[in-house]
């Protein structure tokens, strides 16, 4: 028996040895096959620059997503030999860090050289969990629901002082784009003390929220030295106005901060931002009470775009202690006052109105205009959620407090989104329409048909005389009867209204349904040109 299990082993030890020998083999062989095929690949024939310049791109471009995809360098120096040999030589693609693995940051820190760094690192934010459920529908338990939202979205904020302190710190003389979102430390402006010559992007988020006053930051951050600094965005928390660090910044919001100041001296802050052309204000507030300002409007000649989401005396009072420059656009995200009263002050300073002359009134919820130069230019002035739920009383108001914000001669453009009947009659829209007595162009899209019959002439009712230009979109219900009815009556002339334009363009987009027999009738009024879009 003895003899028979030394046998039995040595077979085993065998025929281990042999698979094992088998395997390695077979594991070279593969290598050296692949290594072959990737050699007579298409890629194989491409020049090392080329894969530079190729690979750069990769990793520029999901530099844009969400989330960015840090990863892409490593997957590229998996490939093959070659590709991993030119990966680890192309600096560029290794200086996008956003990752919170220790290991991680200190290999892409080393293999990025002296290339400028782009820096993203977000703790987790544990907001609301409703609707977190596991695969079969039960609500996770709150531990389980931050353990996921931990890996979805980050980690302690700790470990990101962690990493900035051992790893990115010292590298601060390379950071190109810089944003963070962590509860701020104490030691914050001792973390960033030192300069950042090639900073040209910082974000930070402090998702701490709190009734006390929001952190802010004292004018040591960066030593008062990041020359290249353009954008500058902060949430809860506040970077003191210094020319050193201003002065350049042309992309600025500000969002959720209490300052510890006055809305004087904050102004007088935006002042010293001469290069600004994009502001953000959202959801500001100061400690300091000031008398109105007694000294002239600032003047922010390069401002392009201004979007205010504020209280709305604290909008006032910036609105009136600025002047926006005559081809800005001005967005307000939510307005709670009667226009006239609100903009008639303020026209001196928004120089923009005066430069409209295309209106658009919307509904999809709450009532929206926006104001542009002329039909399809640039938008110069978007208010959103005028009011919740209008009503027919307030939709019909709105277009009186419209003529008081814009001159009625200077409209020539009105678009209407998003109108039903139950808001504005047939009867009251002409009302509406005719305070308007330039207009030459109206559009109608998602509205109710019954809306056309305000555009019908009668002895007794002419809206819109000069109207030349007629667009039509998506209606509830067909439109072809009344629709007839509008053109027959303004492509003939009216002894009661001989001053009648006749109608030279009926344009019907694309979702817009006709019937064909109604189209053919359409085309056989002659000066009518009807535009199928």
């Known amino acids: 028996m003895r003899s028979i299990d030394d046998e039995w082993m040595a077979m085993l030890n065998t025929y281990h040895h042999f698979i094992l020998a088998l395997s390695n083999h077979t594991a070279q062989r593969l290598s050296t096959l692949a290594a072959r095929q990737n050699d007579l690949g298409p890629t194989a024939r491409l020049p090392d620059e080329i894969l530079y310049i190729i690979f750069e791109l990769v990793v520029e471009t ?14 590229l120096s998996h490939v093959s030999r070659r590709w991993r040999n030119i990966a680890i030589h192309t ?28 820096i993203q690192l977000d703790c987790a934010v544990m907001y609301s969990a409703e609707g977190d459920v596991d695969s079969e529908g039960e609500e996770l338990a709150p531990d389980l629901r931050r353990h996921k939202f931990l890996l979805r979205r980050g980690r302690d904020s ?10 990115l710190i010292p590298q601060i003389h390379r950071w190109k784009t810089l944003q963070l979102t962590l509860v701020v430390p104490d030691n914050f402006e001792e973390l960033f003390a030192s300069p950042a010559p090639l900073l040209e992007s910082f974000r930070c988020d402090n998702p701490k929220r709190s009734s006390v006053l929001s952190a802010s930051l004292s004018h040591n951050l960066f030593s ?12 809860r928390i506040h970077l003191p106005f210094a020319p050193t660090l201003y002065s350049g910044v042309s992309s600025l919001e500000f969002q959720a901060i209490t300052f510890d100041l006055s809305l004087q001296q ?8 001469v290069s600004l052309s994009y502001l953000s204000l959202g959801q500001l507030s100061f400690l300091h009470e000031s008398s109105p300002l007694s000294s002239a409007p600032i003047s922010l000649p390069n401002l ?3 979007i205010a989401m504020l209280d709305m005396d604290v909008m006032r009072d910036i609105f009136a202690s600025i002047v926006i420059p005559a081809s800005s656009s001005l967005i307000i995200r939510r307005f709670e006052e009667e226009l006239g009263t609100f903009f008639a002050p303020l026209k001196d300073n928004l120089l923009n109105l005066s430069k409209i002359h295309s209106l658009q009134v919307s509904c999809p919820g709450a009532m929206a205009v926006t104001g542009r130069a002329s039909k399809g230019g640039a938008r110069l002035l978007t208010i959103s959620n005028i009011v919740a739920e209008p009503t027919q009383e307030s939709f019909q108001g709105l277009f009186l407090e419209l003529t008081l914000v814009f001159p009625p001669s200077s409209i020539d453009v009105l678009s209407l989104g998003w109108v039903q009947d139950d808001l504005i009659e047939p009867s009251a829209l002409s009302t509406a329409l005719g305070l308007f007595p330039a207009l030459t162009t109206l559009v109608l899209t998602s509205c109710s048909p019954k ?5 019908v002439v009668c002895d007794t009712s002419c809206a819109v005389p000069r109207l030349g230009d007629l667009r039509l979109g998506k209606m509830e219900d067909t439109a072809d009867s009344i629709l007839l009815r509008v053109v027959r009556s303004r492509m003939s002339q009216s ?21 064909p027999e109604t189209m053919l009738e359409l085309k056989q009024f002659d000066g009518l040109e009807v535009r199928p879009r």
């Open 266 to 273: 904050f102004v007088r802050g935006l002042g010293d931002c």
């Open 451 to 455: 809306l056309l019959e305000a555009l």
């Open 91 to 118: 600096p560029l693609i290794w200086t996008m860090i956003n990752s919170l693995n220790y290991s991680l940051v200190e290999l892409f820190v080393a293999r990025s050289q002296s290339a400028p760094l782009h």
């Open 224 to 235: 008062g030295h990041a020359p290249r600094l353009r954008k500058l965005y902060l949430t």
């Open 304 to 306: 392009e775009t201004f």
């Open 62 to 75: 999901r530099r844009y997503l969400y989330p960015p995809k840090a990863r892409e360098p490593l997957r």
């Open 158 to 167: 700790r470990e990101i002082i962690r990493l900035l302190e051992e790893l």
């Open 495 to 515: 002894e009661a209204h001989k001053d009648l334009a006749c109608l030279s363009r009926l344009t019907l987009y694309r979702n817009f349904k006709l019937a």
